[in-house]
Structures are given as C-alpha cells and as structure tokens.
C-alpha cells in the first residue's frame, strides 16, 4: 500500500486543528493551504510544512485532500474548472478530496461531478461537533459517497473521530448535517427564549437550568450553551452566523419540498437579526443576547 | 401528630393515577370528586373511598386536598367565593389544599388569598411529568408556597415523586412550569420540523434519530417523541391543547415582561394549528402531523 500524503485546504480554526491532529497521529502532511495566505503560513511553519501558493501545488503535493472551507462560494471557487484551482494543472487524477466543510447538498455533487471529470475522487465528511472535537480527534463524522471512497479515508477519518458513519451518496451528509444544525439552531432559539423569560420573572436561572435538565426542557445544547447564555460567556465554538448560514441550507431544501417550516424560519430569522446587530461571530449562544431584557441595546 | 385524610378533587388520568398511587402507599383517602360526576365515581368504586356530591363535604372529609383540575376556569369554580366550593360550609379551616394543575401564576396567587380568608392553606405542586409518572410515585414536583405548608404536604409529596423541591413563594411553581413546558413544547416543535424535512429528503428516520441523537440536535422530546413521531403513535400522554394551553401561559408572562419570544410564539400558533384541525387530544407528538408532507390532509 501506498502511503498516502495528506493535505488541507482551508486553515480556519477547524481546518488547522484536523491538520495538528493528523500530524500528532503521524500522517505524512504535505501541504496546507488557505485563501488568507498569512494563516496557512502560519500554520505551515508550525508543523513544518509547504505551504504552496497555488491550489493546484496542492493537488500535486497530496494524495488526500482534505477541504475545510467557509461556505458554497469558496468550495466553488477551490474546484474552479478554470484558473487556479484543486482541479487545475493536470495534478488532481487520482486524487481523493474528503469535504468537510457545510456546503449545500447540490455544491457536494456539482464538486463530485467536476472532480469525477478529471479522475478525481470526493468523499463528503461533515462534522456534527465542534473546535476541541478537531483537536482531540472526537468529531463525529457523516460520510456521504462511494463506498470505496469511504474505505480509502477511513484511516484519516478514523484519526479524527470518535464516531463516524456512511449515510448513503454524495449530498446525504451535507442534507443530514443540515438537518441536524437546523435542530441544533431552533433548540438553542427555544432555549434563550425560556431562559431570557425567567430572567424578566426574576428566578435563579441556575435554578432553572437545574429544572430544565430534569425535565422535558431538557437537550444537547441546555449542557453545552446554557450556563454561556446565562454568564454571557460567547467565545466561538459555532458562531451565530455559522447558525443563520445552516438554517438557510435547510430551509432551502425544505423550500424545494414544498414543506412550511414556522419554527426553522423564525430561527433563521432571529440568528439574521443577530448578525445584522454586528454580533454574528459571537457563539451561537449570543442568541441569548436577544431575549434578556436586560441585554437590550 | 394527627393523619392527615386526603381527598383528590380531579379525577382525570393524572388525578386518578395520583389517587391509586396514595392508596397503595397506605394514605387514608377519605374522598375523591370529579365535576364529571361518573369519572369519580367509578374511582371511587375502584377504591373504596367516598364521592361526595359537593365540594363542600370534601373539605369536611379530608385535612389534605390534591387538585388536579384542567384549567384556570375549573381551578376558580373549586375555589370559588360564592356557591358550592371547597372554601364553602365553614369547613375549610386549618385544611391545606395541594394544587398540582398547570394554571396561570396568578390564579394560584389569587386561591391563596381566597383560602387564607378563611383560614386554609395552599401550596402548589407542579407536575413536570405525565401519566405513568403519577401511577408510579416518580413525578418531578416543583412546589411553590410557605415553607410550612411544603413541610406539612411533604409525606404525600414525597409518596409521589422521584423528586420534588420548593422553588419559592405561590406563584412561582406555576411560572417554572410554564417555562419548561414553552421550552419542550419549542423543541417538540422543532423536531417535527426536521423529521419532517428528513422525510421529504428520502432520508431513513431511524437513522436520522440516531444521528440527532449523537449531535447538538439531541433533546429530551427526541428521546419521549421521536420514534412516536416517525410512527404516528400519538396515544396521548400530554396534549396538544395542553401544550396550547401552557405556551399560552407562558406568552402571556412574557407580553406582561413586555419580551417578545418568536419561537414560543410560532411553536403557539402550530398547536393552536393542531387543536383548529380537530386534533388537540392527539398527544403532543402529534405536531408532527402538520410537517410531514405525506401527512397533508
């Protein structure tokens, strides 16, 4: 077996944690690579590694590609079928791009189909956790593509996981992943609303949070958000406009169905109505800055 | 220390299972009543126990009276100042009536001040919990009045539940309550909102739940209501009315906060949806019949 030579495009907090741990496990690094070249050199001469100035270097310093990036306009751009791109110079034949990043299902198959154009593999790998899970290697993974794409990351996934799982063709785990951080979204919502009302009633919101978790009200994001929401602690995990982008993926697709979603809209709308009071890159638990009365601006 | 007798005034499934339950932990029930005269009646065949056919004579039966009425309208009939009531005939003094409806924080603080007239206590004791909870012993109570009254119903409390704890002066239970079931009844919401649209993608739902489950989409409701929601089993444990009914407490809290909560309010107008379309005495699992596309009618 060959050893395969890793790559990752798209330096953001994210992407520089998968390549730190990939490197810790002992994976061959070849490259980094970010849009924002300060980043990537930074990261480059942290781990020792080329940092090219073009994507298609990339292409041709790597065997796996793993791409990291902000939203459908940068993947687009990375998989550009003209100028400089991951698919550019005649370097990308054979190649496997694992996407990690939360694109739109219709972005996952446009890159496949261009990719597939010159040879090249993709292997969609979205992630429903956050920075310390890229660190620590606990990510949970929703693979979307050929199985044998699948088989052929799996000791990189592997790597950076603590769960992952194939969830059918290219496109299913960017729909899934939406799916989920639509739930996520909406849940986070509901819960800055109940907890900004028992502020204007004057309970211990300690003590709520308490009977929220041994109750009904209970969820994934009263542990990871609450006492933040509470102590307006936002340091990014997740920002608000990460949320608002997510939802909107979602509420595309629902769109496309046919299907009214009130409860995703007035989430959709809220974490918009966050980024346009200038504070989007606060956690999505900043949320909670909109529904305390004491809060208000 | 003289036993205390107890009565149930209520005997719908929570009143009823609550009765049984007191009976095979040894109280003296000394009377049940139901303004649904067969519903009392049949329990009290079941029991054992006296049917009064005026709420008068079961405050002259019992020391401790359980309420578990449906709403604010009920819950001021039984403890009305004129006509028969359970302050009426001169025999509610030194009684204390434990109020486990979800009614408004008001109208506990308005039985207050009736009872006290007259020499009676209250304490509310919110149920966060349902049907089977109540059979078994193992509700979660939030109770809300003086500290003595807590301590004096304290033996029939903790006969009731897995936990139970004072939250504060009358009043308060009741807003707790009303919070916690806005915040479940936004994430019950929710989450027919994504299986809904997991549905329109063609995706599994088993999956999908399972994947919610292992993400930031996870919830107590996925774990009480998911799988109810993919099989349309809405046997009802909680209602959609009530869950109208308790959002509708909570907003009202709200508006008086002058806070305004669009996700409470859009999770509000789907059950009101619900009740409209004839199906508010499905469980409240049921608002996934509004979201499933195949489900139109």
Redesign the interface.
Known sequence: MIEEKIAVVGTGRMGANIARRLKDKGFVLSAVYDAHRPAAEALGVELGVAVPERLAEVSALASIILTVVTDDRAMDAIFSSSGDSLLAGGHAGGRLFVNCATVSPGMHVEVERRARAVGAEVLEACM??SIPQAREGTL?L?CGGAVSSFERARPVLEALSA?M?H??GTG?AA??KA??????N??T???A??L???E??G?DLA??RE??S????????LQ?DGEDMQNRDHACFFSGAHAAKDSGI?LA??EE???V???????K??FDRLVAAGKGELDKSGIAEL?F?SRRS
Chains 1, 2 share one sequence.
């Open positions: 429903a956790s949970y929703m769960s799982r969830v059918g299913r729909q899934l799916l989920v951080n639509m739930v996520m909406m849940n919502a509901a819960l609303e109940g900004g009302l028992a204007a009633l309970l003590m709520v009977v929220f041994q109750t009904g009200a209970n969820s994934r994001v990871t979602a697709l629902a169905a046919g299907l979603l009130p409860l995703a809209q007035a989430t709308a809220q529904t009365l």
